[in-house]
């Protein structure tokens, strides 16, 4: 069974950057698209972008341009989400959730979530 | 950018049925992806594909389609399915999208 265990809580001062780590197990990394959802205290769902750890390639939300960098370790079965330039609006979980690209098309499988605060 | 519709909120009672829906411009082109959500607790699929439901799903849960407007529909509603409902699809100009969510209230 897929599963996505995400790092533990954080939390940041204001202008620092954040690095959320996504493991997976119990399938094969390469045919996943990890994307990353977060969701601010009390607030819906927002997608900020993904990768297909076979391409390498990451895809971002146009809000999330030039703050947010995603990327894959094949080897260690591991995607990562950095975000820059933190404000306290970033307060939020971060999730990381699979697409099932042709299979299902929809986040069939989420993590557990990442409490990010933004502290002064 | 894309942008999908939802109730803020609607509440039921136990044993009635729930309509939920969520509605988008050229939504009839596209999947509508169903996620419950509890206090606490991370996002969890429940139906795929418009009308598709993963095998641990209960079959009270049900989506269909009429035009622009996807509705999920869950019969029979337990005290266990208070839930938060986001609807959500993929649109060439945003990537995905998620609805703006519906707190189901059971009373």
Same mark, same amino acid.
């Given at each position: 069974?897929?599963?996505?265990?995400?790092?533990? *809580?954080?939390?940041?001062?204001?202008?620092?950057?954040?690095?959320?780590?996504?493991? *997976?197990?119990?399938?094969?990394?390469?045919?996943?698209?990890?994307?990353?959802?977060?969701?601010?205290?009390?607030?819906?769902?927002?997608?900020?972008?993904?990768?297909?750890?076979?391409?390498?390639?990451?895809?971002?939300?146009?809000?999330?341009?030039?703050?947010?960098?995603?990327?894959?370790?094949?080897?260690?079965?591991?995607?990562?989400?950095?975000?820059?330039?933190?404000?306290? $609006? $970033?307060? *939020?979980?971060?999730?990381?959730?699979?697409? *099932?690209?042709? $299979?299902? $098309?929809?986040?069939?499988?989420?993590?557990?979530?990442?409490?990010?605060?933004?502290?002064? | 950018?894309?942008?999908?519709?939802?109730?803020?909120?609607?509440? &039921?009672?136990? #044993?009635?049925?729930? /309509?939920?829906?969520?509605?988008?411009?050229?939504?009839?082109?596209?999947?509508?992806?169903?996620?419950?959500?509890? =206090? #606490?607790?991370?996002? &969890?699929?429940?139906?795929?594909?418009?009308?598709?439901?993963?095998?641990?799903? =209960?079959?009270?849960?049900?989506? /269909?389609? /009429?035009?622009?407007?996807?509705?999920?529909?869950?019969?029979?509603?337990?005290?266990?399915?208070?839930?938060?409902?986001?609807?959500?699809?993929?649109?060439?100009?945003?990537?995905?999208?998620? #609805?703006?969510?519906?707190?189901?209230? &059971?009373?």
């Amino acid at each position: 069974q897929v599963q996505l265990v995400q790092s533990g *809580a954080e939390v940041k001062m204001p202008g620092s950057s954040v690095r959320v780590s996504c493991k *997976a197990s119990g399938g094969t990394f390469s045919t996943f698209a990890i994307s990353w959802v977060r969701q601010a205290p009390g607030q819906g769902l927002e997608w900020m972008g993904g990768i297909i750890p076979l391409f390498g390639t990451s895809h971002l939300a146009q809000k999330f341009q030039g703050r947010v960098t995603i990327t894959a370790d094949e080897s260690t079965s591991t995607a990562y989400m950095e975000l820059n330039s933190l404000r306290f $609006d $970033d307060t *939020a979980v971060y999730y990381c959730a699979n697409y *099932a690209v042709g $299979d299902s $098309d929809a986040f069939d499988i989420w993590g557990h979530g990442t409490m990010v605060t933004v502290s002064s | 950018s894309y942008e999908l519709t939802q109730p803020p909120s609607m509440s &039921v009672s136990p #044993g009635q049925t729930a /309509s939920i829906a969520c509605s988008g411009d050229k939504l009839g082109d596209k999947y509508v992806s169903w996620y419950q959500q509890k =206090p #606490g607790q991370s996002p &969890v699929l429940v139906i795929y594909q418009d009308t598709k439901r993963p095998s641990v799903i =209960p079959e009270r849960f049900a989506g /269909s389609r /009429s035009g622009n407007t996807a509705t999920l529909t869950i019969s029979e509603t337990q005290a266990m399915d208070e839930a938060d409902y986001y609807c959500q699809a993929w649109d060439s100009s945003t990537a995905y999208v998620f #609805g703006t969510g519906t707190q189901l209230t &059971v009373l």
